[in-house]
């Protein structure tokens, strides 16, 4: 049985902890002056009395504690044991304080016992309604129904306060059977090479790059098959027997990225683009006193173009058959970080091998000046077969991505490639 969430606190802000001081000093000071009569003794504790909470701000891993501040961990309350390291700003710790206490649902009976959740689970309904999603129909004979569920994220602002509550509908995809359920699921998407020859053009011609998301891009995909979905919980529009009988792609289903990425090629080359034939998430549109370009990965777009109003073009187009969302001119796509300069662009990977690092424990360790030591060897019979070797295989699928902007560890983890079967404690 689902425990109840607990009621999500007011985010802490600057003013409230020094509003907090403020009254301490002032309820201190009044009680020492309705002391008679007055002794040194009595003034060396309130002097230790009104400096204890600058004491304690000073160590500012015990901040949630001295604001009376709980968080809720494993469904029981208790005081926040989350270490709030002493060179943070005071509003950077506040942010980590509101960010620790906050709770997402896990079940839909945890959710629908609070307004919001309640609220941001019909507005997910009301959209996919109007994107006619589903009819209700009865099951058919032979035919099975797969199951949903809700996936719940609270969207923080920078200061830590909520932004939006979000609630996704998602289905069971694993339950699908291939040949019933589904035949064909695969997408593509961008390689490194198309990804770097895009970046490298655009440098060379001075072109602008802007990016782009679409919002809830699955949804716009068409279903060739027949897929029933059981009703999701808290759906009532749906009758005892009844079944949804799904038009449009919902994310978890096998061919859901295959049909957005349809969908999405189809109305591009409706508006004069060609697709390229090497790399088929590269589209190009060609005229005698301009150029665009657009590179896609899932619901990601990257455009170019001669010009900024040739970019807007595209925008406005897009924009108005799907919803878009516009981050302007690209910062940062795939893990890569970009900074432009008049002939050319910096490909960054900072927060990427910062998370690899926090991923292997190893975000306190020293930097060596080569990749691999000089003549060193290895082979696949010397030392003990490690306990997991997925994680093995992981960190060499994350270093191979790293290649992209450090090319000098590509020989290195080439090396260590070959052992991905039985991975050992020397590799």
Known sequence: M????????????ENDFTLHLLFHIILSLLTYLSVRPLCPTLLIMFLLHLCLPFILLDHTERLPS??????????????SNTCFPRSFALAHTLLLANVAAVQEPRSFSQANQ?????????LELHELELNQTWD???????????????IYKLKLLLDGKIDRYKARLVTKGYTQIEGID??????PIAKTVTVRLFLAITSSHSWPISQLDVNNAFLHGHLNEEVYMHPPEG???????QVCCLKRSLYGLK?????WNKEFSSKLKAYSFRQSQHAYCLFHRQTSTSFRALLVYVDDVLITGTSLDCIQDVKAYLDNLFTIKDLGFARYFLGLELARSSHC??????????????????HDAHSVPTPLSLGIRFDSTTGALLPSPDRYRRLIGHMLYLGFSRSNISFAVQQFKQFLQHPQEPH
């Open 66 to 79: 001295l604001l009376g501040y709980k968080i809720v961990c494993n469904h029981s309350t208790h005081s």
């Open 136 to 150: 209700l129909t009865t099951l058919p004979k032979g035919k099975k129904a797969i199951g949903s569920r809700w």
């Open 235 to 241: 759906y009532l529009q749906a009758q005892s027997g």
């Open 2 to 13: 689902d425990l109840p969430l607990v009621p999500i606190p007011t985010p802490i802000t």
């Open 345 to 362: 662009t910096y490909v960054m990977q900072c927060k990427y091998l910062r998370d690899i690092l926090v991923d292997c424990k190893m």
């Open 114 to 122: 609070h307004d919001e959740w309640r609220k941001a689970m019909q």
């Open 255 to 259: 061919q859901a990225s295959r049909q």
């Open 182 to 187: 589904y035949f064909d699921s695969f997408s």
